[in-house]
Structure formats: C-alpha cells, structure tokens
C-alpha cells in the first residue's frame, strides 16, 4: 500500500472514530499513532509520541491561548459581562437581534488581537451566551453567532497567519495586513445582514425588548459597560501601543481583568474559584486536542497527503478559475483536520509556483486561502471551532452545526465576492507585491 | 519505509529521510532538494533521500533530539537551536571572532572541525555525526529609528538577539530579547523592540526592512556568524557501505559550500533591495570602531570560556585556534 | 474509592491552574519592567514556555474525570442507554491505551533529554523535568480512566455520558 493510501483510510478512520464519540483529541492520537506505526516502524513511531506533547505544547504562542480564556472567564464569572448586555440591551435591545450583532462586533475585536479563533468564540462564548439566553435569544442562533463571529479576527491585523504566509511566500507582511482588512470588515457586515435577515425571518430567535429607554437611562448604563471596555481597551491598546507584542496580549488582559474586578469588587473568592475551575477544564480539553491534532498531523506529513494533493493540482494544468475552484475545495477539506498554520506550511510551498505561473496576485491568493481555511474550521464534518464551542458551552456539536449553517452561506457569499473582485483586498494593499 | 523497513533487507533501495526548517521553494532548499536527487543515480539506486522542508518532520527546537533518536536520517542544524547539547561547538556562535569575510569563515570552520577531534565527539556521544559545516551569514546590527556607532549607544536600546549576542548586548546596557518570527514584525513596527542583530537577508525576508532603516556594518565579516552543520544519524550512516558514505558525503559538501554562494547572493541582493527602497543608512565602522566592540563582547566571550573549561572541554585552546585561524 | 479519585485528580489541577496565574503574572512582570524601566526579565518567555506544560497537561486527568474532553455526540447520543454504554467502554479502551503509551514514551524521552543536557538557552533550565510533567499527566489520566471502565462496567459511573443527551 503506498503512504498516501494509508493517509487516506487514516483521515476515514478518523471520521469514524469521531463519530463512535471517541473523543476527538484521542481519536486523532490513536489514529495518528498507528498510522505513523505503519509507515515508519514503532521505534521512530515512539521518539514521535514522546517527544510532540512536549515539543508541540512548550510554544509561545500556544501559551496565550489559556490567558485569554482566563480573561474572559473573570469578565464573566464577576458578572462585568452581564453588565456589559445590559448596557447593550439599553441601547440596541429594541434592535431585533442586536444583542446577536454586537456580540459578533465584539468578536471580532477580540480574535483582532487574540488571533486565535476558538479561544475568541469560547471566551465571547462563556460572556454572551447565557446573556443572549436570558434576553430570550434562541440557543442555536446565539451559538452560530459567537462561533462564526471568532473566525473573522485572523483577518483583521495583526495576523499571525498572514504572517507565516508572507515568511513562505516572500510577499510583504504589511501588504497582506492591508489587504486584510477590508475583508474582515466584509465579513463582520455579512454576518450582521444574516442576523437581520434570521431574525426577520424568525422574530423569536432574537426577541426585541419592548421597553424603551430614555437617553438619560442609556448614558446612565454606559458606567456598567466601563470595565469591560476597559480591559479589552488594554488588551487592544496594548498591542497598538507597543506595550507589548501580541503574544503578551492574553497575559496583559487577564491581569488587567483580574485587578479591573477586584477593584470593582466583583471578584471574591467564589468568583474566582470558578474561574479557575472553568480556565483550568477549557486548558486541559484544549491541550490535549491539540496535542492529538499535531500527533494526526505528523502522520498525515509522512503519508504525503498534501504533497499529493497540492502536485496533482500544480500538475493539471489548470487555467485561472478551474485552478481557483480547486483550492477552494482542497483547503475546505484540508480546514476539517489542520490548522490554519499546518496547512500553510505544508502546501503554500508547492502550490505557490502555479500561482505565480498563473499570474494570480499572491496577495489577493493569501486572502482568500486564509478565508477558505477560516470557513474549514467552523463547516461539518470535522469544524475543530464547533468542537471546541460544544465542549466548553456544553451545548451538542449538532446543535451548533445547525445554528452555523446561516452564517456560513454568508461566509460563501462572501467568498465569492472575495473571489470576484479582488480589488477588495488589493485595494489597500497598493495592488501589486 | 523508514529505518526499520529498509533494515529489513537488502532487496530495496535505503531509504533516507533529510530534514530540513527552511521553507520549500525557495533558493537555498531548491538547490538542497536537487542535489539530494541525484543521489539515487550516483549509488545506482541503492540510497534515495527524501526531503522534509519547513520543518514537517521535527519541530525546531527539538531538531537535535529528533536526528539522534532517529526521527531523520540527516538534517540542517544550526548549532545551539537545540540549547544543551553543544558546548564546544558553541565557539562558532562566539561574536567578534574576526573573520574577514564568508568564504574564509567557511575554511576557517571547516579546518576547526578536521583540526580539532572534540568537536566531531560532541556530536558523536549522541550518536551523531557533522558531515559538513558552513557560517551562516555575517551579522550586522540592523535599527529602526538610530545609527548605533559604538557599544556605549547601545544603552537602552531593545535588541533581538540571541546566545551569546544576547549576553553580549546585555552587558552594554541594551535589553536583549528572544521571540518568535511571528512577533518579529509587529514588535519592530510597535516598538516593542527597536533593532535586530542578524544578517542582511533576514529583514529582507521578513519584510522587516520596511521597519529597520539603520544598518551598522562590521565590516565585510561581520559582527558574528550563525553556524550550520548538516548531521547523520550514526545508525542509518552505518547502514550505508563505505563506497556509498563517500557519495553522499561528498553531495553534502557540494551542498555545503553551494549554500555559501547563495547565501552571499541573496546578501547583494539584500544591498541591492535597500538601495532600491531608499531612505536606508548603512555605515560600516572603521577598524578603530571595531575594536571598542570586539572589546565590548569579550566579557560574553569569557563567560563561554569558563564555562566550557568547567566541563573540561577545551574552551581556551579552541578559542585561541580559531581567532588566530580568522586573523590570518 | 469515589473520594480518592477526586482528590487524585483535583491537586494536579489545582497545581496546573496556580501555574497559569504565574505564567500571567511573570508574563506581566516582563513587561512592565521593559516597558517602564528598559529592564525586561531574563528569559521570561523560556520560563513561560516550560510552565504552559504544567498547566496545560495537569488537567487532563480531571477533564477525564468530569467528562469534559470534546466529543461528537450526533449518532452516538440517539442510542438507548445500553448501545451508549458499548461506545462509551470502546472510548474509554482507546483513550486508555493511549494515555498508556503516551506516558511510557514521555517517560523514556524525559531519560534521554536528560542525558543529552537539552535546556533553554539563557537560563538553562532542562527540560527533562517537564517531559515527566507529561508523562505523569498522561499516568493520572489512565488512572482516571480505568476508575471510570470499572465503574461504566458496573453501571456506577457517575459522570458517564449516557446521562446527557
Ligand atoms: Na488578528
Ligand atoms: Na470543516
């Protein structure tokens, strides 16, 4: 049998294993274990598996993903959260679906500096879910919202993925964050149509108040919001700031959550158990998903799936759109079992030539592999955000598959805008490389 | 296969996997990836290497752990990326050592290594061998909103740098600091750090010299070099017969020196893309400047000293060889 | 045995959750003193790198432990109680062997990166002691598991999924 067979029955017996509820981290382990096993023989298969969990986890970068999920537990363990709805309710709450909306806006300001997507819609998650539940906002819908909502940051700069990209590619890193921008926008303003649309289709999915509030009232709600934007003011601020790089970012922006409630005296002791109880359970499961995912990717590496894969397309002989057809379809597949970095490292190499002989604008290509990677991740079978979402919200993986399914229409229309006219990430950018 | 499948029997061609933590497709792996090639028609089909580039085969850091359990049969390394593990061998990150350009610091390391048998045995007690070595290219010191001239303007300053450079910077009052390529951008752009100690190709690969507008050379040598040595695995190197450890030895010289010219290529072609760019000021410091900085880096350098004397490795001696070896 | 499992669990989480806030505070420390006093902390992010080890993999035993790990719950969930417990043993049979393996070779590599002195580069704290921190992880986590097979197979177990859906 030649490697990339087994990397294929490697991927279906995944699938499979997942779907018989092994648990996902541990199902790509195991399958990512054997497979490796058969390929390389066991004494490398066991340096392997020894050595990842250590290797894979002792990262900088992976380092803030925790950090930032402790911010956003203390925003919502203290309650500063549910202040931050109330004031939002005062002034969007007769909006149908508004509290939808900004919560996406929220997201997306977030994941901007968090960079990392499931950290964004769990932190956001475990902030406006249950605030969304008690205005009366169907789960499903409030779960698609948070969850779509974290994708949209890893376009908006600073983008480590646009980072790697432009290290591979040799094209300008402030370019591409310029070109991303737009996009991004885009994107947040496609998901705010699809909430208008939903919930004119479906009034009780995202009710509004019937109250109404005099202004008074509402500059009078403003103070509740205050350390909440406070501490995202930080987080952000940070960064543009040059206080500190945005790795740093989820270290500066739990302490500053931390001391913001207790200056507010929202954080005592029980609050902050919970906290840490929350922080320390949505670490673990994370930590050890991901250590299975690199596990599963090593094998998928030496079973030359993406070389295969990535030579074929570069082999066909494609024209301009057939070829652009093809990665979309290769990086929506490649998005339900890698992450977006894996995927860069391991096909922008090779598929980059053919891009260039094509005449694509490598820029343009960038945005769109990113957004492609971006829809992977939150699309059926495999979507490690939805994952990730379910796990942390104790809400099924269906559900939230279902509650996605507006947004991620959005998220092919926005595609083909993105696809159609290029000039929407090239504009900025200043066109050429 | 692997290891273990090509041990199985003679039937098959052995199979080696070459890894390597630069990206495909770019000069230095292409011309890696196709001298490796050739490998398969020089032994007549006896040996086939393939080529794992951005490092899809072992992360990084762990390189060195990778090569000597056997994750890769052969693999680019440069010394101290695996921190530990080489003491001696450090002597080629020392800053200041004085060579006068890229190609006498490729024999000047080359002579070091047949010279001198502690090096090779630093690899070899971790079952390990260096079949060749090369420098990387020359560092400068590279800033964003100054022209550093001497060691005393370095006060204050924030520098990326590593090693024995970041012990050395730190000892002239400036903040070393070590962080990811993927930080590298925004911190210079931010400000978070206001220069880069490294060869001229780096910002011109990371889009950093968008950002770093100030370039102190030390002259055509450098401030101090990065060391490359490309490394087998003893196991899978004793699987091959002697006949075809001369070929693949001699295609890893070949890519040995290749990768100098290219390096010293992409290096004019960084001049070149400054000069293009425009608005870039690059000094190269007179000898007299150099001295007060080599003076300025020796405190670093005896550090390294005493502590490879203290594990009984000839630290002074070797120090001594290679500085005088530069000189000459 | 209830009780002893708990505890099991708990004060290895508890220490991975306490390193999470050092690595914050140094994290912090770091950056205050570069930003306000040009005077970062040696080597904090090689400090950060090691301890998001601990706190990241202590917890995995209690995440066992209180059915936190992500599942798909789809096919699964829409069985009755008893196909439910034949899919739960079969999860818990891989998840077990794995945390098995996984903590052997962790085992193994922590002797051999301490052989061979890896460490970080300007503090030079070895990593050795860190791969055990997996090892043992992956321990307490098949300890977990084999308390929760037993307890599936006697229809005692607490936490088993089959109460969910
Ligand atoms: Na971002
Ligand atoms: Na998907």
Redesign the interface.
């Known amino acids: 049998m030649s490697p990339e067979l087994i990397g294929i029955i490697g991927i279906v017996v995944l699938l499979v294993l997942i779907f018989m509820r092994v648990w996902i981290g541990f199902a790509m382990t195991a399958v990512g274990l054997v497979g490796y096993w058969i390929l390389e023989g066991w004494t490398r298969t066991a340096v392997m598996i020894g050595t990842e969990p250590f290797s894979q986890i002792s990262d900088l970068t992976l380092a803030t993903i925790p950090l930032f999920v402790l911010m956003g537990a203390v925003i919502s363990n203290t309650n500063l959260g549910k202040d931050l709805f109330e004031t939002a309710s005062k002034w969007i709450g007769s909006i149908r679906g508004g509290l939808a909306s900004a919560t996406v806006l929220a997201c997306a300001a977030f994941a901007a500096v968090c960079g990392h997507t499931s950290a964004t819609s769990i932190t956001m998650g475990k902030i406006a879910l249950p605030e969304m539940k008690r205005y009366k906002y169907n789960e499903k819908f409030a779960a698609g919202a948070c969850t779509a909502g974290g994708t949209i940051g890893i376009m908006i700069p600073p983008s480590i993925a646009f980072i790697l990209y432009g290290l591979i590619t040799q094209v300008s890193i402030g370019k591409l964050f310029l070109a991303g921008f737009i996009p991004g926008i885009l994107q947040a303003v496609f998901y705010m149509a699809t909430i208008m649309i939903i919930t004119r289709i479906k009034p009780d999915w995202g009710p509004a108040t019937s109250q109404k509030f005099t202004m008074k009232e509402k500059l009078g709600s403003l103070k509740l919001s205050g350390p909440v934007m406070l501490i995202f003011l930080i987080a952000i601020g940070g960064i543009y700031l040059g206080v500190f790089t945005p790795t740093e970012a989820g270290a500066g922006g739990a302490f500053a959550a931390i001391i913001i409630s207790l200056i507010a005296k929202r954080l005592k002791w029980p609050q902050f158990k919970g906290t840490m109880l929350e922080t320390t359970m949505m670490t673990g499961m994370m930590i050890a998903l991901m250590a299975g995912a690199y596990i599963f990717q090593r094998f998928i590496t030496v079973s030359k799936v993406p070389f295969l894969i990535s030579d074929s397309i570069a082999a066909m002989g494609l024209g301009k759109t057939q070829f652009m057809l093809v990665v979309v379809f290769f990086y929506l597949f490649l998005g339900c079992f890698m992450d977006i970095f894996g995927a860069i490292i391991l096909t922008i190499p090779i598929i980059m030539p053919t891009v260039n002989a094509l005449g694509i604008n490598p820029v343009w290509f960038g945005v769109i592999v990113v957004r492609l990677m971006e829809i992977g991740l939150i699309t059926p079978p495999l979507g490690m955000d939805v994952f990730t979402f379910s796990g942390a919200m104790k809400i099924p993986t269906g559900t939230v598959f279902r509650g996605i399914a507006p947004f991620v229409l959005a998220d092919f229309l926005h595609l083909m805008l993105l696809l159609f006219i290029p000039q929407l990430s090239l504009f900025l950018a200043g066109g050429g490389m | 296969g692997g290891a273990e499948g090509a041990s199985g029997g003679q039937q098959g061609p052995i199979e080696l996997k070459y890894n390597d933590f630069n990206s495909s497709g770019i000069g230095i792996t292409m011309m890696t990836e196709k001298y490796l090639n050739e490998v398969e028609t020089l032994t007549e089909g006896r040996v086939k290497i393939t080529c794992y580039f951005n490092g899809s085969l072992i992360k990084y850091p762990e390189t060195f752990q990778g090569i000597s359990n056997g994750v890769a049969d052969i693999t680019y390394y440069m010394i101290g990326g695996t921190p530990g593990v080489h003491q001696l061998n450090e002597v080629f990150n020392l800053p200041f050592l004085g060579f006068k350009d890229s190609p006498s610091a490729l024999r000047v390391y080359n002579k070091m290594l047949e010279d001198y048998p502690a090096l090779q045995e630093e690899n070899e007690q971790y079952n390990v061998r260096a079949l060749a070595i090369h420098p990387m290219l020359p560092f400068h010191l590279h800033m964003t909103d100054k022209l550093c001239r001497t060691p005393a303007d370095m006060k204050g300053e924030k520098i990326l740098a590593e090693g024995h450079n970041a012990v050395m910077f730190s000892d002239m009052g400036a903040s070393a600091m070590n962080m990811g390529p993927q930080d590298w951008y925004t911190s210079l752009q931010r400000n978070v750090v206001n220069g880069h100690f490294t060869h001229f190709v780096v910002p011109m690969e990371f889009k950093t010299d968008e950002l770093l507008k100030y370039h102190t050379m030390f002259g055509e040598g450098g401030g101090g070099n990065g060391c490359i040595v490309y490394l087998v695995n003893l196991d899978s190197w004793n699987k091959l017969t002697p006949e075809d450890q001369k070929i693949v030895g001699d295609v890893f010289q070949k890519i040995n020196e290749e990768a100098v010219t290219l390096d010293l290529g992409l290096q004019e072609k960084a001049f070149a893309s400054l000069e293009a760019q425009g608005g870039h000021t690059i000094v190269t410091l007179t000898p007299a400047e150099m001295e007060l900085w080599r003076k300025a880096a020796q405190p670093a350098i005896n550090e390294w000293i005493e502590a490879t004397e203290s594990k009984g490795l000839p630290g002074k001696r070797i120090y001594k060889a290679i500085t005088e070896l530069a000189a000459q | 045995m209830n009780k002893f499992i708990k505890w099991f669990v708990s004060i290895p ?2 220490v ?2 306490s390193v ?2 050092l ?6 420390l ?2 205050i003193m ?2 306000f006093f ?3 902390i ?1 080597g904090s ?1 090689e400090i ?6 601990v ?6 035993g ?2 066992a432990l ?1 059915n ?10 829409k069985l009755p109680p008893k196909g439910q417990k034949v ?2 043993i ?2 818990y049979l ?2 077990g ?3 098995a ?2 903590g052997t ?5 922590a002797a ?2 301490k052989k ?7 503090l ?1 704290i ?2 050795f002691p ?2 055990y921190v ?1 090892s043992v992880s ?1 321990f307490i986590l098949f300890i977990t598991i084999l308390f929760l097979l037993v307890m599936t197979i006697l229809n005692k177990n607490p936490e088993v ?1 089959d109460h969910e ?1």
Not at chain 3, 23 to 28: A, D, F, P, S
Not at chain 3, 48 to 53: A, D, E, P, V, Y
Not at chain 3, 55 to 60: E, H
Not at chain 3, 68 to 77: A, E, N, T
Request: glycine share 6%; hydrophobic share 50%.
């Open positions: 989480a508890i991975a959750g999470l806030i690595i914050m505070l140094l994290t912090t770091d950056v570069r930003f040009n005077a970062p040696t992010s950060t790198q090691r301890f998001i080890i706190a990241g993999f202590l917890g995995i209690w995440c209180n936190q790990h992500i599942k798909v719950d789809i096919l699964v969930g899919f739960t079969f999860n891989v998840v062997i794995i945390s393996l996984i070779q962790s085992f193994k590599q051999l990166v061979m002195h890896v460490q970080s580069q300007l030079g070895p990593n860190f791969y997996v992956y999924e859906s």
